[in-house]
């Protein structure tokens, strides 16, 4: 694999990041997702896509579809890739670091970095295998650990790669106290969940719940 075949980029706000994030990218990447959960991304003049992204898609969403939601949405308008790096918005690519960490990727394993899923490779098999993130968390955290821990029972393989990523942690939350007010809620109804689904052994992948939805959405 020659070629990173896709990287999906969620954004909700803090733009000026989703641009460092954008222009990190110093290896060739078929097509580059961002999911503008915020509908602001047109406000900013950062449209123009490195010369290594070959494809820029940019699709804006009338509302926060949420973390897990986002992913899925990007894995299944590409479903003939062998695989998905998964990248926060908050994050970025030292120079060589993208190619040092796809140099790991497999369509059978998962690829982290020390900073955990702030960068994130899923291979196509994985997904074939277990299915895809769960959607019963709303709007963000534990489907990261949901979706691990369902691919480690699958016997897949997770790879810690050396290649840096520079991650400015929870910057999301952390520019707005509204949203850090209202996570605080979520974050707890979550973690709630997340232990109730895994109290019995390896769960399904949850499903999307509109109850849930509106019930701990951040708007």
């Known amino acids: 694999m020659p070629v990173v075949p896709v990287v999906i980029i969620p954004v909700l706000n803090r733009y000026d990041l989703l641009r460092r994030a954008v222009w990190s ?27 290594t992204v070959f494809e820029q898609f940019v699709w804006h969403m009338p509302t926060n579809l949420g973390v897990g939601p986002s992913w899925n949405l990007g894995i299944k308008a590409t479903p003939h890739a062998d695989g998905w790096i998964l990248l926060n918005s ?14 790991d990727c497999e369509p059978d394993n998962i690829v982290k970095t020390s900073s955990h899923w702030s960068c994130v490779w899923i291979g196509a098999k994985v997904v074939a295998r277990i299915g895809l993130f ?11 650990n949901d979706f691990e821990g369902r691919a480690v029972a699958a016997g897949f393989r997770l790879v810690v790669s050396d290649a840096e990523i520079g991650h400015d942690n929870s910057s999301t939350i952390g520019s707005d106290p509204n949203l850090a007010r ?31 939805r509106r019930e701990l959405g951040w708007e």
């Open 134 to 144: 769960s959607e019963c968390y709303v709007p963000a955290y534990f489907e990261d």
């Open 25 to 51: 990218i110093d290896y060739p990447v078929e097509q580059l997702i961002l999911i503008d959960n915020g509908n602001k991304a047109e406000t900013y003049p950062w449209h123009s896509k490195p010369k």
């Open 90 to 103: 908050d994050a970025w690519f030292p120079p060589s670091q993208l190619q040092q960490f796809w140099a």
């Open 182 to 212: 209202k996570n605080g809620y979520s974050f707890d109804e979550n973690r709630r969940l997340h232990f109730q689904r895994w109290s019995d052994g390896v769960p399904e992948a949850g499903v999307w719940d509109l109850k849930r």
